[in-house]
């Protein structure tokens, strides 16, 4: 972008009318140059840094997506565990004993469902 930057404005500073103008172009070329020489001098660093960067986003994807899973599984658990209230409560109403175990059936199935995602990565 340097280069391109530096050779559009040798093009568009032809203008010899201002001299200030056309002494701050080239001072604004020479300095864009010499910026384009430095990163094409840098350039295996820069690829260097760049291949390391991207396998530590590789990384940091990975880790997201196995926090993403836990997450899932904890929001199924917290889930079961609300519908296994809600059933025991409606047995507590109805006296039915049909709703108590099912309410505790879930409840159980649930807090082993949001423990996987504390212990099992």
Request: net charge negative; with cysteine; proline share 1%.
């Amino acid at each position: 972008m340097y280069l391109a930057d530096a050779r559009l404005l040798a093009v568009m500073a032809k203008d010899n009318s201002q001299p200030d103008t056309a002494n701050q172009a080239e001072e604004q070329i020479a300095d864009w140059n010499s910026k384009a020489d430095q990163y094409k001098s840098d350039t295996k660093t820069i690829e260097h840094q760049a291949r390391h960067l991207g396998d530590s986003a590789e990384d940091k994807h990975h880790q997201a997506e196995t926090v993403h899973h836990r997450a899932d599984r904890l929001d199924c658990g917290h889930l079961g565990l609300e519908l296994a209230l809600v059933l025991c409560s409606i047995a507590v109403l109805t006296k039915q004993r049909g709703f108590w175990y099912s309410g505790i059936g879930v409840g159980l199935f649930s807090a082993v469902a949001a423990a996987s995602s504390f212990f099992l990565h």
